[in-house]
């Protein structure tokens, strides 16, 4: 009988249908996934928050380092949450680490709720940012742990919808947690009038719900397939065989993730201030402001919802080079006629056309940046790969929300042009972005988990590695199997040289 290391050198075979019903396959996908909603709804109703405060505190606040930290803070916690937990994903648990990080969503988002220094102001603002930081870290947590859980547990779906339900329980999930990031605070202002501690209190607050319900789903996921057959949690990674097979790979698709989140994240978060500055702040309640800033966030909706299915129609890699390469070409429109649109009765016609921006961004890039990252790499890798390409993402939204203020301050007192110079920079990335994609990254079809992970095995042990420690086996089993094998390979040997002889 072939040794366990010559079967893995078998021709490549799709994962065959495992018998469960489409709800019981889809499940895994969705619970995993599901928890960048709060990725989405809690970096965006910051950005409705910032703007209270603006109102509520004036120059204290304006003019206080807080303004500037409250909005990006997360981003940092974030980062950090994304190795962290790409590491422990890979070599702890994939369920356990989508728990942990749920906890601490659920604990530092209700603290962040209930900020408070002794009756300071100042001291409110810096307690707010130390636990928006801390959020971030359990936000970072979502993305290795529960996109590369949701990106495995596809293959257990039927073929030719696989990449549409991975978007749909990522990406879109995301996407609504905008929408109603924007639209909580809306409701609350409309509900509280100018009652500006209530309305930015409760709007972070009902960020809590969603992971808690989340948590309880998550008690009862089990492993990914394939997880459990190619693992490295208990096998030494080879870091430069990886770093060989994979490092170009990973370059660009954190390259194309960091060049999307720093325009995407920084036009969500900065949205309300835009139509502020189109509104009187004398005149228009917040309640319209914000009214006006769920309805912007609505149109990333279609973006994500149409591109879902097109990107298992089109393939993941040229979808986003469609998307985003019509994104950059509307964002130059959208600067040139930002003049002629920036007044309070067109900004019906602003909406609009700001919305097609955002939603070709979620039908490209959004959708598929994640899907590329999840699918391009091998299982045993996956996490910490998936983490690094998001961290450098989320490095991109983080440096996007620091930069944008300094470039609308460039165009010094013409207010139109300080809106056009941010549409003019993302727009040109946009179209950089679709050449690097087209040029360097590969097809990816229905089964490329599984075929990554097949040429992943033969690379290594081309390398003289022993794949045999692959999976979720404890070591002794591992040594075991090895034993095995090696007396299977030696027992063909001596066959094959006793046939030499005897001829």
Same mark, same amino acid.
């Not at 065959?16 to 928890?35: R, S």
């Given at each position: ?136 870290? &359990? ?151 914000? &009214? ?87 299982? &045993? ?123």
């Amino acid at each position: 009988m072939a040794s366990p290391a010559a079967a893995s050198r078998q021709p490549f075979e799709p994962t065959p249908y495992n018998g469960k019903t489409f709800w019981q396959n889809l499940l895994p996908v969705m619970t995993c996934g599901a928890g960048l909603f709060s990725d989405g709804y809690i970096n965006n109703v910051i950005g409705s928050v910032g703007t209270i405060f603006s109102r509520q505190y004036g120059d204290l606040y304006d003019n206080s380092n807080a303004s500037h930290f409250v909005s990006s803070i997360a981003f940092a916690g974030t980062v950090i949450g994304q190795l962290a937990f790409g590491y422990l994903s890979d070599k702890w648990s994939r369920t356990h680490s989508l728990m942990l990080s749920t906890l601490i969503l659920v604990v530092f988002t209700a603290l962040s709720a209930g900020s408070y220094w002794y009756g300071d102001t100042i001291g409110m603002f810096n307690i707010l940012v130390a636990w928006r930081f801390l959020v971030g870290i &359990g936000i970072g947590g979502e993305y290795p742990a529960g996109s590369v859980s949701a990106a495995e547990s596809t293959s257990e779906l039927r073929s030719g919808t696989r990449d549409a339900w991975f978007i749909l329980f990522t990406n879109s999930m995301i996407d609504w947690g905008f929408v109603i990031g924007a639209f909580v605070p809306f409701a609350a202002a409309a509900f509280a009038g100018e009652n500006y501690s209530v309305i930015w209190r409760a709007s972070l607050a009902v960020g809590v719900l969603f992971p808690m319900a989340l948590f309880v789903l998550r008690v009862f996921l089990k492993e990914p397939e394939e997880y459990r057959k190619n693992s490295m949690k208990h096998a030494k990674v080879p870091y430069w065989l990886v770093l060989r097979f994979y490092g170009w790979r990973l370059f660009i698709v954190s390259a194309v993730w960091f060049i999307y989140d720093f325009s995407a994240y920084s036009f969500g978060i900065y949205s309300s201030a835009i139509l502020a500055n189109i509104f009187d702040k004398s005149t228009a309640s917040l309640s319209v402001v914000f &009214g006006w800033n769920t309805v912007l966030n609505l149109f990333n909706i279609p973006g994500t919802m149409l591109g879902a299915p097109v990107a298992d129609r089109l393939g993941p890699r040229d979808t986003l080079i469609l998307g985003v390469t019509l994104q950059g070409f509307f964002g130059f429109i959208m600067a040139g006629a930002y003049r002629s649109l920036a007044k309070p009765n067109l900004v019906g016609a602003f909406a609009v056309l700001y919305g097609i921006f955002l939603s070709l961004g979620e039908f490209g890039p959004g959708n598929n940046i994640g899907l590329m990252a999840a699918k391009t790499c091998a299982t &045993g890798i996956r996490g910490q790969y998936y983490g690094i390409a998001a961290a450098i993402g989320k490095l991109g939204a983080f440096v996007g929300t620091l930069v944008f203020p300094y470039l609308t301050k460039a165009a010094g007192a013409d207010e139109v042009l300080a809106a056009q110079i941010p549409f003019y920079v993302s727009s040109t990335l946009c179209l950089f972005s679709a050449v690097i994609v087209w040029l360097n990254l590969p097809i990816i079809g229905q089964d490329t988990i599984q075929l990554e992970d097949y040429l992943f095995r033969k690379f290594l042990e081309e390398n003289k590695y022993d794949t045999n420690q692959l999976g979720l086996k404890k070591p002794q089993d591992v040594a075991s199997v090895t034993a095995v094998s090696e007396h299977s390979e030696h027992a063909e040997n001596q066959e094959q040289h006793e046939v030499k002889e005897t001829v």
